[in-house]
């Protein structure tokens, strides 16, 4: 929730070029979040245990693994959505861009303006298509050159063609994958700094997937991406990273917690897993 104090999250981050494409590169890019040992529990539940990994800047970071591993529990994490849920607790430490994402002195209002968020299921306001894309600036005291920013954030999103002659028409009368890239307009046209997915595609047909993924793979040069999914071929189409993870089943106890089982370039994860468990999921052999 919103602390009311002043924000020390570090303004105007220069969003530079991508970093190298295709094969390895010697450095991996600069980190926009570090998590150390990061624990999620909802009450008296863990659900995730122990997560470290680096998510490198301009680039899409996947977190891949069976239902209820924590995927979504973890990329809550990155914008302190599970602030909002009743019992959940984040332990551990989690850096963006260098400073606590969870320190005192952080406003998480301000945390979620900077770290957007698109949802399963496409979520736009009953609006106009204009009124969507332009709702996060106005929150933020824009007032002139709004045609602007609602325009360059249809088109950044790849809707600008489809909608420019009936932006004042409801979003609600878009289909769906449309809907979908509404929201991604509407979560761009504030300017975050990182994108968060949560199984974007996963209502949509497999054309309306692929242009999503397509505009992924094109948002990627301003934003940093953080994709939940289910579907491992997507995950392999677009994420440059992997994170696998995976659900341990305690013999006595019989509880269920996410963990970590590797994090690597995406090639990696899918041609030469360090881990047979990873393997296994990948190659369908469970999860
Ligand atoms: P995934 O996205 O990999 O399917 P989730 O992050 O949704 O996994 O869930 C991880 C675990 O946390 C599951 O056991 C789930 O039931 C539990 N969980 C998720 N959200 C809540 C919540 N709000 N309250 C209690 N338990 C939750």
Redesign the pocket.
């Known amino acids: 929730m919103a602390t009311g104090r002043n924000v020390t999250l570090p303004q105007g981050i220069h969003l530079g070029q991508a970093g190298a494409r295709g094969g390895e590169p010697a450095v991996r890019a600069e980190s926009v979040f570090e998590l150390r040992d990061v624990s999620v529990t909802?009450?008296d539940?863990t659900?995730?245990r122990d997560v470290s990994f680096d998510v490198p800047r301009n680039e899409i970071t996947a977190l891949i693994?069976?239902?209820?591993?924590?995927?979504?529990?973890?990329l809550r994490c990155l914008n302190r959505m599970n602030d909002l849920?009743p019992?959940?607790a984040v332990h551990g430490r989690i850096t963006y861009h260098g400073h606590d994402l969870y320190g005192p002195d952080v406003d998480a209002v301000e945390v979620r303006r900077r770290i957007g968020m698109v949802f399963q299921k496409a979520n736009p306001f009953p609006k106009s298509i204009y009124d969507n894309v332009a709702f996060g600036p106005r929150l933020d005291g824009k007032k002139k050159g709004l045609d602007d920013v609602v325009e360059r954030a249809l088109q950044q999103a790849a809707l600008w063609d489809e909608v420019k002659s009936n932006l004042k028409g409801s979003a609600l009368a878009l289909s769906g994958g449309q809907q979908q890239r509404l929201c991604i307009a509407r979560a761009i046209a504030v300017q975050p700094d990182v994108v968060l997915m949560d199984e974007p595609c996963s209502a949509l047909d497999p054309i309306a997937t692929l242009r999503i993924e397509d505009l992924m793979r094109d948002l990627r040069d301003d934003y940093t991406i953080v994709i939940?999914t289910h579907n491992m071929q997507q995950a392999a189409r677009v994420s440059d990273w992997t994170a696998f993870?995976t659900v341990n089943v305690d013999d006595t106890s019989g509880s269920?917690t996410?963990e970590l089982v590797e994090f690597d370039r995406t090639e990696r994860i899918f041609t030469q897993a360090s881990d047979p468990r990873t393997e296994g999921y990948i190659t369908g052999r469970f999860g």
Do not use: E, H, Q, W
């Open positions: 909802y009450g539940f659900a995730v693994g069976p239902s209820g591993c924590g995927k979504s529990t973890m849920i019992g959940a939940v993870l269920r996410g």
